[in-house]
């Protein structure tokens, strides 16, 4: 397992994980480059590092059918473009156990360790301190100013040209994605994969990057998601989680008379009057939601070339690719969850189902390896818990005996 290939494989992966979600580390997302890096894949890792099952090849066949049918009215070149997204993860979903949890430990540690390097360069450029960045001028939809971008090759630095936006009331960490809300989402699923295990110091980068990045969605994936850990486990392990979060939301709406960050950014897009996932639709998404739902085009789609702008989340994912899309593509992390399932994973599930509903990129590598991979890492942590439960019942019978 500690072969060059094994190595040159992993780097593969990891490579496809921030190209997915278009880390400025990387060439953004790029078919040539996943088709070349998945054959190079199969090449390397020999067969008796995969494993078949039911559940995996249901898991992939759906994944395939899922991301194809995205392409709905496109052509040839487009489907194949779509499969070649998920190749990578599909080689994953058949590794064996062994392989995929060495896989996991290794791309949680390498993408904790970019990150704690992503945000000290970040806090550098904070403080004034210059870095060597690439500037580069785009057009935007919000507005006819457009906006600049700075690469700082570790984290990006978006500045909106507009004189009417007001400023932020305080910086949020996108680090090398494009958004905070891409990196916060991510990274809660590491830290939930990980079991939230504090003395683990990855979990401290992963942790500590939530919080910076100030998303929304973000911090209710995490909480929610710690929530849900600690009730897979026993339901009153939640009663103080639930508490302290209460009394946490209470003292910060309070502060200041909700003049601070945290509520203005967090509990402010929580609470709007559009709501949290509805406030993130346009008004034209708005009314072609409703028209498909009249006409009977959510059923399937409308394809991907539907104009949906300024939007993001479940309508725009049905609406170009309807009811029977989204089925195929649950379908496809409900097998994933079955290939090694355990109570935590079946809530993991649960959570990326919530996530969805804000942010519908379900065939970025970036949702899928740390999905897929912490499965198994949680399938065992659930078998070590309960062999712990079993000994010491046991042990409990002997000494009453």
Known sequence: MQSKYWLTYKIIVFYCFLSSARACLTLGDNPMIDLALSAIGLIIVPPSAYQQSKQKICAAFFLGMAVMYTMLGGNLTGYIAQFVMVLIPIQIIFLDSEH????????STWYAILLGISVLWWFLFLVGIPLPHISQKFSWQYNEYGFIQQNYFFFRHTINLSPYVLLEPLPRFNGFFLEPGHIGTVTSLFLFANNYNLKNKLNIIFLVVIIISFSAAAYVLTLLGYLLYRFSERLSKIVIPVIISIIGV????????????????????????????????????????????????????????????????????????????????????????????SRKGFYMFALLMVSFLQRCYCFWDAFLDPYILGMVYLQINNQSEECSENLNTESLIEKES
Do not use: C, H
């Not at 346009?282 to 939007?311: C, F, H, N, Y």
């Not at 993001?312 to 969850?337: H, P, S």
């Open 250 to 341: 209470i003292i910060i709406s309070a502060y200041n008379d909700g003049n601070n960050p945290v509520n203005e950014l967090i509990f402010g897009k929580i609470t709007r009057e559009q709501g949290a996932v509805e406030g993130r639709f346009s008004a034209q998404t708005q009314m072609l939601w409703e028209q498909i739902l009249s006409d009977g085009r959510i059923w399937l789609g409308v394809g991907a070339g539907a104009k949906v702008p300024q939007s993001a989340g479940y309508k725009v994912f049905l609406i170009m690719n309807g009811i029977l899309g989204a089925f195929l593509t649950i379908m496809a992390y409900w097998y994933i969850m079955l290939s090694n399932y």
């Open 100 to 107: 995929q949890i060495n896989l996991f430990r290794t791309l």
